[in-house]
């Protein structure tokens, strides 16, 4: 594991969770949720894709960990994507 796979760094281009809600009450709540851990500037949603996505931009560095436990506390769960699109 490094600190690529294991955070997310700060910058335009974020870090996409998959997610096993579907809907978009749901997504807000995972969005609102996640907007309260310090260092997360915005959550985009992406409900035009199954199964559903969500992108986390930060200012400094989170940890992945920090960003599925607070997902799991609103009853769903999020699974990172690989670093880079191939």
Known sequence: MSVLT????????GKIFGTNAMEDVDLNEIKASLLELDGIE????NTGIFPREFTVH???MVS???????????GFHAIPKD????
């Not at 294991?6 to 281009?13: R, V």
């Not at 670093?83 to 191939?86: K, P, V, Y």
């Open 6 to 13: 294991n955070n997310i760094i700060p910058g335009n281009h």
């Open 42 to 45: 915005d959550v985009l949603l």
């Open 58 to 60: 930060t200012n400094k």
């Open 64 to 74: 992945i960990t920090d960003i599925e436990n607070r997902v799991k506390s609103v």
């Open 83 to 86: 670093l880079f699109e191939l």
